[in-house]
Nanobody, 114 residues
Framework: QVQLVESGGGLVQAGGSLRLSCAAF????????MDWYRQVPGKQRELVAA???????HYTDSVKGRFTISRDNAKNTVFLQMNSLKPEDTAVYYC????????WGQGTQVTVSP
């Protein structure tokens, strides 16, 4: 059974940085694309960044140049380095595999104050 556990969220002022981590427990990590999503109450979950097993990356336009996704296959962990944070980045952040989704983890709250 695969489990995804996100961590690293918190409260930060605009312009600050956070580094999110997602640990994948179960034998799925090395060959899967890994994605970071975020969700604001009342809105659909949004794909923020993705990284393939070979290291290719994709970002939604609103975070390009500010966020960096990376992965450590040896530790079954994917990271999201978030710099120059804006209040509109406030959301619960989740990771998952792509394109087939697994059960969602609990997410990690990111709050950016003005």
């Amino acid at each position: 059974q695969v489990q995804l556990v996100e961590s690293g969220g918190g409260l930060v002022q605009a312009g600050g940085s956070l580094r999110l981590s997602c640990a994948a427990f179960g034998n799925i990590f090395r060959t899967n694309r890994m994605d970071w999503y975020r969700q604001v109450p009342g809105k659909q979950r949004e794909l923020v960044a993705a990284i393939t097993s070979g290291g290719g990356t994709h970002y939604t336009d609103s975070v390009k140049g500010r966020f960096t996704i990376s992965r450590d296959n040896a530790k079954n962990t994917v990271f999201l380095q978030m710099n120059s944070l804006k209040p509109e980045d406030t959301a619960v952040y989740y990771c998952n595999t792509g394109p087939v989704l697994l059960t969602w983890g609990q997410g990690t709250q990111v709050t950016v104050s003005p």
